[in-house]
């Protein structure tokens, strides 16, 4: 009989919850800390309300990756990366 053992690391397994990993179950509910403490003071949390509008992406996108920061940035992060992370917090 062949065992197949989990060698990933514990936080990067599964975990009970929808099959989500720990690590991300953690990241989301830390995500949502930030934000309700953001609200909380009163600051605004989306692009959009600070007057960020769709058509401005691609020049958001053109400066994040020029940005010095992100050629020394550990993880490799590509224009469409960006534009994601962009999208998401329109």
């Known amino acids: 009989m062949d ?5 990933r690391a514990p936080d990067e397994r599964p975990s009970d919850e929808g099959m989500v990993p720990e ?3 953690r990241d989301r509910s830390t995500h949502g800390d930030i934000a309700d403490f953001l ?3 009163g600051l605004n949390t989306r692009l959009r309300e600070h007057g960020v509008k769709v ?3 691609d020049a958001l ?3 994040a990756i ?3 920061c992100h050629k020394t940035n550990a ?4 224009s469409e990366d960006m ?3 962009y999208q998401e917090v329109l």
Do not use: N
Not at 3 to 7: G, I, P, R
Not at 75 to 78: C, L, S, W
């Open 83 to 85: 534009r994601k992370l």
């Open 3 to 7: 065992v197949m053992l989990d060698e």
């Open 23 to 25: 690590r991300v179950r």
């Open 55 to 57: 058509e401005q992406l």
């Open 39 to 41: 609200a909380s003071l």
């Open 61 to 63: 996108v053109a400066q």
């Open 66 to 68: 020029d940005d010095p």
């Open 75 to 78: 993880v490799p992060v590509t």
